[in-house]
């Protein structure tokens, strides 16, 4: 019996017409597959690398369930310079058909460019803020922000939530194929390196100590995101240790990312990012295995931006 793509449930973008179920199966294989990366975690996980996915099967999946979804960013002081690239990219890239609700806190609403176009569908809410005094401050209140906002109002108003760096600019597509209960993106600089060579915080008298033989990627903090109840969950603890660490006088060494790896350490991820999804600008040369830059930290003059060294 030969079948047609309709009854294997493939999509619309391929054409298994005339093939039996045991080619149209090795042809889907052939079709979405890596061979050069890792693909699935040891517990399961897919990461999500260009050519492992069908972005109209995708789409199609969660295009029925009216998803919106909440995106966090950060723009205190200076950074708010970072929104107008951000939104612009992210409208042309991001989540595109979903419904999306952008929350930008800030110190300084009137700097948030009022004038970008939202697709339909999606929304911009204001934040306000207090502006702290140091960066790592800053970067390491987003936990606590974020937790109170998800309790305060976000739990009402999405099924998923992303929490984004502001000084990123999106290349290439990032949609449904990243949403999951709990997901984390692998770091540019760190995934070729064997964990011995991770950038954990490692002094155990910080509660994101993670011993030698533990981890199993490194993550970096710039993009991760979820279902409201995990990522409130991810949030509430990080800024449980992250008072801890305050109160005996500890600041982890990469600040709220050492605390967001040492979570993912205990709660893995059910959904891992390559860093296709997290690249950075500042990274040159050939990387074979990036086929396809989506969504990179911009170069940055850190003196210029920020509030101290
Ligand atoms: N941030 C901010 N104002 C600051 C410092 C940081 O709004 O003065 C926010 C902003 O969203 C930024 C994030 O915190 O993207 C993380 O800081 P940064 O990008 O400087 O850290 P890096 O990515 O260089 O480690
Ligand atoms: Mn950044």
Same mark, same amino acid.
């Given at each position: ?54 972005? %109209? ?40 058909? %979903? ?172 959904? %891992? ?18 086929? %396809? ?17």
């Amino acid at each position: 019996m030969s079948i047609s793509k309709n009854d294997t449930n493939e999509g619309p973008s391929e054409n298994y017409e005339g093939l039996t179920w045991r080619q149209v199966n090795h042809q889907v294989v052939l079709n979405h597959r890596r061979t050069d990366v890792l693909t699935v975690t040891p517990w399961m996980a897919p990461i999500v690398w260009e050519g492992t996915f069908d972005p %109209l099967v995708i789409d199609e999946t969660f295009r029925s369930h009216n998803l919106t979804i909440a995106t966090t960013v950060f723009a205190v002081g200076k950074y708010t310079h970072f929104l107008r690239d951000f939104l612009e990219s992210a409208e042309k890239h991001f989540m595109v058909g %979903l419904d999306v609700h952008y929350y930008v806190f800030t110190d300084l609403p009137g700097d948030v460019p009022g004038n970008i176009t939202l697709g339909l569908g999606r929304l911009l809410s204001i934040v306000k803020v207090p502006k702290f005094d140091r960066w790592q401050e800053i970067s390491l209140r987003r936990m606590e922000l974020i937790q109170t906002a998800i309790e305060d109002h976000i739990y009402r108003e999405a099924h998923y939530i992303f929490c984004l760096d502001v000084d990123m600019r999106f290349h290439g597509r990032v949609g449904s194929e990243a949403l999951g209960r709990l997901v984390a993106a692998i770091h540019p600089w760190f995934y070729m390196y064997p964990r011995s060579q991770y950038p954990y915080e490692r002094r155990t008298v910080s509660t994101a100590s993670v011993p030698q033989d533990q981890g199993d990627f490194y993550y970096q903090a710039n993009i991760f995101g979820g279902a409201l109840e995990d990522v409130h969950r991810l949030t509430k603890t990080c800024r449980e240790h992250l008072e801890v660490d305050k109160s005996v006088g500890v600041e982890a060494v990469w600040q709220e990312e050492s605390h967001l790896n040492w979570y993912l350490v205990k709660n893995k991820p059910t959904k %891992l990012l390559s860093p296709e999804y997290v690249w950075d600008d500042a990274k040159r040369g050939k990387a074979e295995e990036i086929k %396809l830059v989506r969504f990179s930290s911009v170069i940055k003059n850190k003196a210029e931006v920020r509030e101290n060294p």
